[in-house]
């Protein structure tokens, strides 16, 4: 393989690897999305339990209102599990996406490694090539006189 056809591999794979770059920074926007959502239903969580404590404290049974409530916080309770099992889904998927990019980054950098070396190769070869042909053509000089 010739420093040519790696040089073409080694762009490819850069492409590659800013599109992992690009799906990696999406998947981790959406992480974030999805987080926030989360601690807006926390925060809404909280606000409806402490709003049922200040009706127990106060005394007052509005059982209408209290049953209300109730039934919003266990509905909260259940979308905040949901929630957090996308979250971990998402987090999963990070992982993965990470590995995956590391991957793409060794992968790239010893395919530029192997170039690198051919490359080496190459000259040295194409300089042992000219050094015969001027030894060559010194002996033929030599020898014409």
């Known amino acids: 393989m010739t420093s040519k056809k ?19 920074r999406q998947t981790r926007e959406r992480l974030q999305v999805e ?10 969580l909280a606000e409806n339990i402490e709003t049922m404590d200040e009706i127990y404290s106060r005394g007052t049974l509005d059982t209408g209102r209290l049953e209300l409530l109730s039934n919003y916080v266990i509905y909260l309770d259940k979308r905040i599990k949901e ?12 992982e993965l996406k990470q590995s995956a990019l590391r991957d793409a980054y060794r992968e790239e950098r010893v395919f530029e490694i192997l170039r ?27 020898a014409d006189k």
């Open 6 to 24: 790696l040089s073409r591999i080694i762009e490819w794979k850069g492409v590659v690897k800013e599109q992992m770059s690009l799906e990696m």
């Open 35 to 44: 987080m926030n959502k989360l601690d807006g239903m926390k925060v809404k």
């Open 83 to 94: 929630q957090e099992k996308k979250i971990s889904d998402i987090l999963a998927e990070v």
């Open 116 to 142: 690198d070396r051919i490359a080496g190769e190459e000259l040295r070869e194409k300089q042992s090539l000219e050094q015969k042909e001027l030894d060559f053509n010194t002996i033929t000089r030599k």
